[in-house]
C-alpha cells in the first residue's frame, strides 16, 4: 500500500511538472512568434525600403519610406519611381487606406479586398492587418529543435478570423530572427514562402534586412524587400497616422 500510493505520488508529481514544462513552453513559443513578427517595428521605427516586383509578365521597382508606431499603426509612401511618387498605405488597426495623388483620392480597403496584393507585389493587404496579431491568432507546436534552429507551427484558434490553414516558422536560436516562414491553406498546401537574410546589428537589435517573398504556384515570380535605412524608437504620436498625412499634409 505504501508502495502504491508513493508511485501514484511520484506519478503525479511528474503529470503537474510535465504539464508545468508544456504551459511554460507554449508561452515561449507565443512571445518568440511575436518577438519574430514585431521585429521590424519596435515601439517605432522609421525606414526606407527597396521593393522590387517579378512577374511572368513585368517587373516593377519602387523605393519607399515606412513609419510605425507599436502594433496598430502603419505608414507608407512611394518616393520613387516619379509616376508613382506620393501613392501611400495607412493602417490603423484593423482599417487600411490607399492614397492616390494623381486623382487625389483617398480609398478604404473594403474587406472584400483584403486578400488583394498590396502595391501590385504578393504581399497583401490582410498580410498588413494580420501579420503583427498572428501570435493571438494561432496556437503553436514546436515542430522541431536543432543546436541552431526552432521549428514551429502555428494553426488557427477556431474563433480566428485568418486566411492561412496553417504557418511554419524556422527561427535561429543564437540571433533570434527568422530564416523562413511557410504559408499554408484550409488544404494544407503550401502556397507561399518567405525567406529572410543579410542579417545585420541595427540600433542594438539583430534583424534580416532582406526578405524574399516567393508564391510557390508561380515559381517564376517573386516580391523582394531590402531595408536600406532602418531607425527604431523614433518620436512618434498617434497624430502622425491620420488621412492628412496619408496624403503628406501631416
Do not use: C
Amino acid at each position: 500500500m505504501l508502495l502504491s500510493t508513493l508511485f501514484k505520488s511520484l506519478l503525479l508529481a511528474v503529470l503537474l511538472l510535465s504539464g508545468t514544462v508544456v504551459l511554460s513552453l507554449a508561452i515561449d513559443l507565443r512571445e518568440l512568434v511575436r518577438t519574430v513578427e514585431e521585429q521590424y517595428n519596435g515601439q517605432s521605427s522609421t525606414s526606407e525600403v527597396d521593393m522590387s516586383v517579378v512577374t511572368g509578365h513585368w517587373e516593377r521597382h519602387l523605393k519607399m519610406e515606412s513609419w510605425s508606431l507599436g502594433r496598430e499603426r502603419f505608414l507608407v509612401r512611394i518616393l520613387s519611381p516619379v509616376k508613382e511618387k506620393g501613392v501611400a498605405t495607412l493602417k490603423v488597426e484593423n482599417d487600411v487606406w490607399n492614397y492616390l495623388p494623381k486623382v487625389d483620392r483617398v480609398i478604404r480597403v473594403p474587406p472584400s479586398m483584403m486578400g488583394g496584393a498590396w502595391m501590385g507585389s504578393h504581399i497583401t493587404n490582410d498580410d498588413l492587418v494580420k501579420a503583427n496579431h498572428i501570435d493571438e491568432d494561432y496556437d503553436f507546436t514546436l515542430l522541431e529543435e536543432t543546436d541552431d534552429i526552432w521549428r514551429i507551427e502555428g494553426i488557427p484558434k477556431p474563433d480566428a478570423a485568418v486566411i492561412w490553414g496553417k504557418i511554419i516558422y524556422k527561427i535561429h536560436k543564437g540571433q533570434l530572427v527568422p530564416l523562413q516562414i511557410d504559408y499554408f491553406d484550409e488544404e494544407s498546401i503550401l502556397v507561399r514562402k518567405i525567406l529572410f537574410d543579410d542579417v545585420q546589428t541595427v540600433s542594438g537589435r539583430i534583424v534580416p534586412l532582406k526578405m524574399t517573398v516567393l508564391p510557390q504556384e508561380k515559381p517564376e515570380e517573386k516580391t523582394v524587400m531590402h531595408y536600406r535605412k532602418l531607425e527604431f524608437d523614433v518620436d512618434l504620436k498617434d497624430k502622425f497616422f491620420s488621412l492628412g498625412n496619408l496624403k503628406g499634409r501631416y
